[in-house]
């Protein structure tokens, strides 16, 4: 029991925190509601999955043995994010109509499959509970992506409650603006954060 409190008490706080992947997910829930974004929740999870899956047979190696795979990764993941945030900036949604805003299962694949976050994310689940010989893989595999599965939904269905509260195709172009200007300020932390 006590590993289980451990468990949820170093990941949810993480998974739970503001990230490109949190406020991507906010911000076309906001714009498009909840069944919408499905798609591109969809995709953010079976790239997690397969990250999740990786990871326990050893992707981190990789990433320790070739530090240039990792670099590449994290520069791409900012460019990545920096297109979802041009996306979400030049969006000019308008009430009753599609939105502009309209990520799919591949979009939530990449921002998933380019954000270093979510591989440390990973490395230090599995550094801190797979002990070397006692098994457990498969459980860890499932407790991980079940908690990523909760926090992406807390976070999509945040913004999609929040949808109803706008009211006005301007209310919709801010919201879609400032989610826009958000992601591109999480590019810039990943950018600076541990210097270019």
Same mark, same amino acid.
Not at 18 to 29: D, E, F, S, W, Y
């Given at each position: 029991m006590q590993n289980i409190l451990t468990f949820l008490g170093l990941l949810l706080p993480i998974t739970l925190s503001?990230? !490109?992947? +949190?406020?991507?997910?906010?911000? +076309?829930?906001m714009a498009n509601g909840f069944v919408k974004s499905l798609p591109f929740f969809c995709g953010m999870f079976f790239a997690a999955l397969l990250i999740?899956?990786?990871?326990?047979?050893? %992707?981190?190696? %990789?990433f320790l043995s070739i530090p240039v795979v *990792? /670099?590449?990764?994290? *520069?791409?993941?900012i460019a990545y994010i920096l297109y979802?945030? #041009?996306?979400?900036?030049r969006a000019r949604p308008e009430i009753g109509a599609e939105s502009a805003v309209n990520y799919q299962f591949l979009d939530? @694949?990449?921002? +998933?499959?380019?954000?270093?976050?979510? *591989?440390? %994310?990973? +490395?230090?689940?599995? /550094?801190?509970? %797979?002990? !070397?010989?006692?098994?457990?893989? #498969?459980? @860890?595999i499932v407790?991980?992506?079940?908690?990523?599965?909760?926090?992406q939904a807390v976070w999509l269905g945040i913004g999609a409650g929040l949808k109803p509260l706008l009211k006005s195709s301007r209310a919709l172009r801010i919201q879609t603006t400032i989610f826009g200007i958000l992601l591109a300020l999480v590019a810039v932390y990943l950018l600076v954060k541990d210097g270019l």
């Open positions: 503001p990230g !490109p992947a +949190t406020v991507a997910l906010a911000g +076309t829930g999740i899956i990786a990871g326990g047979f050893g %992707l981190n190696e %990789l *990792y /670099s590449v990764l994290r *520069y791409a993941g979802l945030a #041009w996306k979400l900036f939530g @694949m990449l921002l +998933t499959a380019l954000n270093p976050k979510f *591989y440390v %994310l990973v +490395t230090v689940f599995y /550094s801190q509970f %797979l002990k !070397p010989g006692e098994g457990g893989l #498969w459980q @860890m407790g991980l992506s079940l908690v990523m599965i909760f926090s």
